[in-house]
Nanobody
Framework: QAQLVESGGGLVQAGGSLRLSCVASGITFSRYDMGWYRQGLGQQRELVAVISSRGIVNYADSVKGRFTISKDGAKNTVYLQMNSLNPEDTAVYYC?????????????WGQGTQVTVSS
């Protein structure tokens, strides 16, 4: 059974940094595009960053130059390094694994980790 477990969230002051981790199990990690999404209070969930199965990365405009997504296939883990955090980055951050398997798309979510940035 697929499982994504996030960690690394917490409370940080504006200008600070956090590193989120997401460990995947029950999937063939190398097949999946791995992404980070976030959802602020009363807001819709939005894409933060994604790294494809081939290692191509893409970022939301709001985090470009501040956040870096990476992965370690040997550890089945995807990371999100977040620098220069500001209060607008406060949200629950979710890990996502997605694989277009041809006739179907497999899509899994973690439980989320809270990131709070104080001003």
């Amino acid at each position: 059974q697929a499982q994504l477990v996030e960690s690394g969230g917490g409370l940080v002051q504006a200008g600070g940094s956090l590193r989120l981790s997401c460990v995947a199990s029950g999937i063939t990690f190398s097949r999946y595009d791995m992404g980070w999404y976030r959802q602020g209070l009363g807001q819709q969930r939005e894409l933060v960053a994604v790294i494809s199965s081939r290692g191509i990365v893409n970022y939301a405009d709001s985090v470009k130059g501040r956040f870096t997504i990476s992965k370690d296939g040997a550890k089945n883990t995807v990371y999100l390094q977040m620098n220069s955090l500001n209060p607008e980055d406060t949200a629950v951050y979710y890990c996502n694994a997605k694989w277009n398997a041809g006739v179907t798309t497999l899509n899994y979510w973690g439980q989320g980790t809270q990131v709070t940035v104080s001003s």
